[in-house]
């Protein structure tokens, strides 16, 4: 069965304080990783797709990795908006290739 | 990216009445769509995978007949909830697979729906 796990479950951290949150997964056949964002009461915003271990990808203050068991979300000198709550997905070529979602790490930055 | 949308944003209504909330994809054509539930600070449950033109196929534990899928169109699914009861009271989010990029493919979330059942 596929497992996606999310640390730490929060995080406070001061305006410009850089951190990482973690996402484990343990999956048969990776067929991308995905971020995305969700602020309260919204749908949950796409932020990046990783496919192979060792690829990257960046937006503003964000940057993603991938190794073979594991995803970093590295956020950079954070901003109070970008406070939100960050999940993690994983697909599969089973079951109408569906997500499968951690479950989250609500980020708090405080001004 | 591309955009989901969802109708309405919010809705209440009474015990034993039955609610439609609608999802479409505005800017991308989507064979498939999915319908998650989610309590509050917890995360996404995938109720069902919506395929257009063919029945939805449902998680374990999701009852067929309480929540009804429609996926009439390639923009556009619907669900039904059945009989709502206050243990229906959630938020419901559907998501349409943009398959535009190939194998690349990304999901879009639309906005959501809240409902409470009175």
């Known amino acids: 069965e596929d497992q996606v796990t999310q640390s730490p479950e929060a995080l406070r951290l001061q305006e410009g304080e850089s951190s990482s949150l973690n996402c484990s997964y343990t999956v048969s056949g990776l067929r991308g990783l995905f971020w995305y964002r969700q602020d309260p009461g919204k749908g949950p915003e796409f932020l990046f797709t990783?496919?192979?271990a060792g690829e990257e990808k960046e937006k503003e203050r964000l940057k993603a990795t991938l190794t073979k068991k594991e995803s970093f979300l590295h956020i950079t000198a954070p901003k109070p908006e970008d406070s939100a709550t960050y999940l993690c997905?994983?697909?599969?070529?089973?079951?109408?290739?569906?997500?499968?979602f951690g479950t989250g790490t609500r980020l708090t930055i405080i001004p | 990216g591309a955009v989901v949308s969802q109708h309405p944003s919010w809705v209440i209504c009474k015990s034993g009445t039955s609610v439609k909330i609608e999802c479409r994809s505005l800017?991308?054509?989507?064979?498939?769509m999915f319908w998650y539930r989610q309590f509050p600070k917890q995360s996404l449950m995938l109720m069902a995978t919506?395929?257009?033109?063919?029945?939805?196929?449902?998680e374990q534990g999701v009852e067929k007949d309480k929540f009804l899928i429609n996926h009439a169109s390639l923009t556009l699914s619907t669900l039904t909830v059945t009989s709502a009861h206050p243990e229906d009271s959630s938020f419901y989010i559907c998501?349409?697979?943009?398959?535009?990029?190939?194998?690349?493919?990304?999901?879009?979330f639309g906005p959501g729906t809240r409902l409470l059942v009175l």
């Open positions: 997905a994983v697909r599969t070529p089973f079951g109408n290739e569906k997500l499968t």
């Open positions: 919506s395929n257009e033109g063919s029945k939805a196929t449902y």
């Open positions: 800017d991308f054509q989507a064979t498939t």
């Open positions: 990783l496919y192979s």
């Open positions: 998501s349409a697979r943009d398959l535009t990029g190939g194998s690349r493919e990304t999901q879009y």
